[in-house]
């Protein structure tokens, strides 16, 4: 038997990655298994997830296949991608080609605040922008709690610090396609391992990530890839939460004339006040309300 993690699974087979150690027969890198998994599992509804540390006992050492025979206990289950023992996300936008969407980013971050996962925002393609713009946009989400970083793969900019930042965690890489996750991940490899697309005529990336996968960069140092998309559902939350989700907003909890003031369309909102004076980010406000409209026209079931 041997200890590993689930770095991808498909058509019901899960293929876990299993690092060398000096017990056995190989060292190095390790070595990934073709495992199914026990029927147990599925009488228990339980489903093997990626990121899943696993115990399998091997079937075939030879052509590396094996069963799962236990699934160790999780320190977390993201919603969505669904996945397992998340440290960190990464949400990766370009800056520029395609133009960013703020209103899937900001969705981004509600959910990755609501499953409680601390998170990096990662603005690639800043070749393309002047300084100005690139300040202007750090201006807005240096506020709401995550690191913010810059990166260009074409200068090699920003990658040592990302590096740095993922070093001994499982990170979640998250983002609309044509952003260069994919180029990205290649880039901290150093090698090809995720195919990577062309921006459509439309502006929009292509969809080269179809699976949720896991890559082991070295160590104890993981990266998720995740599907590329272009929407995103908010976390089943009453519309009176949204704004725990927003911590820019948290300092000035209290300080508004109404209790449980949503900074809608009360007077004397702290919040709204801050907005006015430019502390807070108008368009991040913006969107907040658009998010609350929605919540609120959200059908209850």
Not at 237 to 256: A, T
């Amino acid at each position: 038997m041997e200890n590993g993690k689930i770095i991808k699974g498909i058509a019901g087979f899960y293929y876990v990655y299993v690092e060398a150690c000096e017990k056995q027969e190989y060292l190095g890198t390790g070595h990934i298994y073709e495992c199914k998994a026990k029927g147990v599992f599925r009488n228990q509804k339980i489903k093997p997830l990626v990121g899943d540390n696993v115990v399998i006992e091997i079937v075939d050492k030879e052509k590396f296949i094996g069963n799962i025979i236990d699934i160790l206990p999780r320190n977390n289950e993201l919603i969505r991608p669904a996945t397992a023992n998340i440290d960190q996300a990464l949400i990766i936008f370009a800056i520029a080609n395609p133009t960013p969407n703020y209103n899937l980013l900001d969705r981004f971050l509600v959910m990755m605040e609501y499953q409680e996962i601390p998170t990096i925002i990662c603005f690639n393609k800043i070749d393309l922008v002047d300084n100005k713009y690139r300040e202007h946009i750090k201006l807005q989400y240096e506020k709401c709690g995550c690191k913010v970083i810059f990166t260009s793969t074409s200068l090699n900019e920003g990658l040592e610090q990302l590096k740095q930042l993922l070093e001994n965690k499982t990170t979640i890489l998250a983002g609309p396609s044509g952003v260069g996750k994919s180029t990205i991940t290649n880039k901290l490899y150093n090698k090809d391992v995720m195919e990577i697309g062309n921006i459509s005529k439309i502006g929009r990336g292509r969809h080269t990530t179809r699976h949720s996968e896991i890559f082991n960069v070295s160590g104890a140092t993981y990266i998720c890839d995740t599907p590329g998309f272009t929407s995103f559902n908010l976390p089943i939350i009453e519309k009176e939460q949204l704004r725990f989700y927003y911590s820019e907003f948290e300092e000035y909890e209290g300080f508004c004339k109404y209790n449980g003031c949503v900074h809608i369309n009360e007077p004397d909102c702290a919040v709204k006040k801050a907005v006015d004076k430019g502390i807070l980010s108008r368009e991040r406000y913006n969107i907040y309300i658009q998010l609350y409209q929605e919540l609120m026209c959200q059908k209850k079931y």
